[in-house]
């Protein structure tokens, strides 16, 4: 009898329900639920509407006892930086915020006057972003929203709390902080107390595949079974990492609203380059870490695609830029007047006109501009990374819902004068599901997981 696992991938627009067994050798995936999610403004914040998912994410688990596959496990992952605070009778206080909530724009300074930002990177290894943690945790504090706090949890840690009334902090999310050691890949308590943080809100982390609890018993009785929790990589892309198909230290890129680009590696790098280059230093399985850039995108095109009311598809997307060949306008995708603009297309022919590059007129040559400016950024990155390390790399993994985008595929092979490795598409809800099943001691190690990857999925090559 084949054992079911359950990975919940839940990203910053939907997520998903996906249940994972090995058939025959091979690592089979059936998505079975999928619900929608995105901040919502209230009160003129920027939140995220935590009752929802939560009732999403039983629904989810509701869905796989309609079907009679039951998994042994469940494990959520979900996006960094975002966090739930409890009081004293494990009650939220307020709302969760959004990290595009505008609110850390102006402590930014503030926290910089009490500890440095070359400091902070020194310590950390976290690049700067007005939404990391640290900065949201000041507005806190600040805001006496601190005040009756009894415990800190990034947002899947407290989605499992709900599912099983145990709190765990994982360490791959905790890493997304900002307020992690980077050496000691521990909590950095003098710079927790420098910035007046709580210390008791900072509890022990724990490690990819490590037991949270079963369902409460209220939960397996509402959706019919019960089920073991193990912690995932709970940072979407720490889980993603986990399923790049190749052993031999890659370098990846995995490709969804975000783009994550960079290497895996076993020794922090917090040098000046790394710093001034825009590299940050997040958490990976088995206490790796992964170097890496912020890359704004296909939040980009999302946005875009939103604004015209869902007319055209991400395939329509990439036919019309293709049509759009001959116009070669290129923007700073990181610019942060693309990061939550309120309308994307004015914001990309804004940049345009201040850079003096051509404006993009039509949809095709809109989007032609940003895929473009996207790979320009990824050879850029590509670039520094061999600078700061040392080492050459001459394949880029791409991996993710992105990996589908033959046209991005191609222009970052050409841009980057490198052979791009695609797949697997679910790379975030299959290392999701690879952590559970080596808790469950369903396979033996990474290695055997990556293999069962090869063999399951198409893995497509494209040539520079």
Avoid at 195 to 207: A, D, H, Q, R, S
Avoid at 324 to 352: G, H, R, W
């Amino acid at each position: 009898m084949k054992n079911y696992f359950l990975a919940i991938d839940i990203g910053a627009s939907s997520g998903r329900h996906i249940l994972g067994s090995i058939e025959n050798g091979k690592l089979v995936l059936e998505e079975i639920f999928r619900f929608k999610n995105g901040a919502v403004k209230k009160d003129g914040k920027l939140v995220w509407d935590d009752k929802s998912l939560y009732v999403s994410i039983v629904e989810g688990l509701k869905k796989c006892k309609e079907l009679n596959k039951i998994p042994i496990s469940v494990g959520i992952d979900t996006w960094g930086v975002d966090y739930a605070l409890l009081d004293k009778d494990d009650n939220l206080i307020g709302e969760v915020y959004s990290y595009r909530d505008e609110r850390t724009v102006s402590v930014m300074q503030e926290v910089y006057g009490i500890v440095s930002e070359s400091d902070m990177y020194a310590k950390t290894g976290i690049k700067e972003q007005v939404f990391n943690t640290v900065f949201q945790l000041y507005c806190d504090k600040k805001s006496g929203k601190l005040d009756n706090a009894e415990t800190f949890l990034m947002m899947p840690d407290y989605l499992h709390f709900l599912l099983t009334g145990v709190k765990r902090n994982e360490y791959t999310n905790a890493s997304t902080t900002g307020l992690l050691n980077a050496k000691t890949r521990d909590w950095d308590y003098d710079i927790i107390e420098k910035l007046g943080f709580p210390k008791k809100l900072f509890k022990p982390l724990y490690n990819p595949c490590a037991k949270v609890g079963n369902f409460r018993p209220e939960i397996a009785q509402e959706v019919g079974f019960d089920a073991t929790v193990y912690l995932p990589a709970t940072h979407d892309t720490a889980s993603a990492v986990m399923a790049v198909p190749s052993e031999q230290n890659p370098l990846y890129i995995s490709s969804g609203t975000w783009s994550l680009i960079g290497i895996e590696t076993l020794k922090e790098n917090t040098s000046d380059i790394a710093k001034k280059s825009g590299f940050t230093n997040e958490g990976g399985f088995n206490k790796t870490v992964r170097f890496l850039k912020n890359i704004m995108g296909m939040w980009m095109i999302q946005c875009i695609k939103k604004e015209l009311n869902d007319e055209y598809s991400f395939t329509d997307f990439v036919a019309l830029s293709k049509k759009a060949q001959d116009f070669n306008s290129i923007i700073d995708v990181n610019d942060l007047s693309f990061f939550s603009p309120e309308s994307m297309i004015t914001a990309v022919k804004d940049y345009c006109k201040k850079a003096g590059e051509k404006v993009p007129e039509s949809v095709g040559e809109i989007a032609r501009c940003v895929y473009l400016s996207l790979a320009e950024s990824y050879k850029k990155s590509v670039e520094q990374i061999e600078e700061i390390t040392g080492e050459k790399f001459d394949k880029i993994h791409i991996v993710g819902g992105g990996c589908q985008n033959v046209l991005m595929n191609e222009l970052t092979a050409s841009l980057t004068g490198r052979t791009v490795v695609a797949g697997p598409v679910e790379a975030t809800a299959t290392g999701n599901l690879i952590a559970q099943m080596l808790a469950a001691k369903e396979i033996k190690s990474l290695s055997e997981g990556k293999a069962l990857i090869r063999d399951s999925f198409e893995i497509k090559e494209i040539k520079a």
